[in-house]
């Protein structure tokens, strides 16, 4: 699978959205990208998946850039129980398995 | 979404014996599992694949006699830690994939066992 690069760590202020980045510069044409979060001492959790087009569900919204080359998770009003550590991943097909890199660690404040 | 149990949540077994992790798909059928081991402040690194009625594939420096896989149904999976050492102490984790129509293939993890061998 592809790599993926996301900043070490960012901070949120609670209510605001976070925005968290992610580039798959090489990405390849069959590769979904994948956001998951893990809360401490918790297995992860999925958030959301997307190919091509931008998507949306209940926890977040996901941007692919048209040229697919990078992505953002927009947590459209972030709480202190977002506090996580979030992996963009890359994979073949959807539902191959998952390589996690060091992900971002989102710390959102009061 | 779906849900991946897994059980126990933590354990503590002593160094030399074995202790075996269950993985169970609660409301899905998993052909495939997949297990994960998590150290402090590290990411998850996938151990190996776990395809119901055949073999598990291990990664590379994964020890499969050590690190036993078994996937005898659709929604269960298991991981067994043979003669237990203390560096074996971990973070275990397992996902499932979800083949239902509407799921998008998409993968589910479990909450994760904790591991300490004395």
Redesign the interface.
């Known amino acids: 699978d592809a790599k993926t690069t996301q900043p070490t760590s960012m901070d949120c202020a609670e209510g605001r959205a976070a925005n968290l980045p992610c580039n798959h510069s090489t990405i390849s044409g069959n590769e979904y990208v994948y956001w998951y979060r893990q809360i401490h001492s918790q297995g992860p959790q999925y958030i959301i998946h997307g190919l091509k087009n931008n998507e949306t569900n209940e926890m977040a919204s996901l941007i692919i850039t048209e040229d697919r080359k990078s992505s953002t998770l927009i947590l459209p009003h972030a709480t202190l129980r977002d506090t996580a550590v979030y992996y963009c991943i890359l994979t073949l097909g959807a539902g191959n398995m998952l390589t996690f890199g060091g992900g971002t660690r989102l710390m959102v404040k009061p | 979404?779906a849900v991946?149990s897994?059980h126990p949540s933590w354990v503590i077994c002593k160094s030399g014996t074995s202790v075996k992790i269950e993985c169970r798909s609660l409301d899905f059928q998993a052909t495939?599992m997949?297990w994960?081991r998590q150290f402090p402040k590290q990411?998850?690194?996938?151990m190996a694949?776990s395809n119901e009625g055949s073999k598990a594939t291990y990664e590379q420096g994964v020890e499969k006699d050590k690190f036993l896989i078994n996937h005898a149904s659709l929604t269960l999976s298991t991981l067994t830690v043979t003669s237990a050492h203390p560096e074996d102490s971990s973070?275990y984790?397992c996902?499932a994939?979800?083949?239902g129509w509407d799921s998008?293939?998409?993968?589910?993890?479990?909450?994760?066992s904790?591991l300490t061998v004395v």
Request: charged share 10%; hydrophobic share 40%.
């Open positions: 979404g991946v897994q495939t997949f994960y990411s998850l690194m996938l694949t973070f984790i996902s994939r979800d083949l998008g293939n998409t993968i589910y993890f479990g909450e994760g904790w």
